[in-house]
């Protein structure tokens, strides 16, 4: 792989762990939005918000990934998929109250991920 190639790849990741995180925000607050049966209008807002902002980094991190050679949307979306449920589970704090196993096959999952985009 190229330095031009690991570059953008390398910017597509940061820039993906950010949509990762507006997404995983998302989720959380839309966990809330039904509480004791309430439906609570600030929850939907701070999702919808989340939602926006996630999906605005993606579209413009697909340019990077494209420079980078990941072309499949396959790639691309397993990719973003990976970042957001990384980023819920440190952002909600129970990957550290997984097992160990669970812990270790999270991380060999998102290994696994990287080994296809260095490899396609």
Not at 86 to 114: H, K, N, Y
Request: net charge positive; hydrophobic share 55%.
């Amino acid at each position: 792989m190229s330095f031009y190639k690991i570059k953008f790849l390398l910017l597509s990741i940061f820039l993906m762990s950010m949509a990762g995180l507006a997404d995983a925000k998302g989720f959380l607050h839309a966990s809330k939005v039904w509480q004791n049966g309430d439906f609570i209008l600030r929850e939907v807002l701070n999702t919808a918000g989340s939602f926006v902002c996630s999906v605005s980094i993606y579209i413009f991190t697909l340019r990077y990934l494209e420079k980078a050679g990941i072309v499949a949307t396959e790639l691309q979306v397993i990719f973003w998929f990976t970042m957001t449920v990384v980023s819920v589970s440190l952002m909600s704090g129970r990957f550290f109250q997984w097992q160990p196993l669970e812990q270790i096959v999270a991380l060999l999952v998102v290994i696994g991920i990287g080994f296809l985009m260095v490899r396609t």
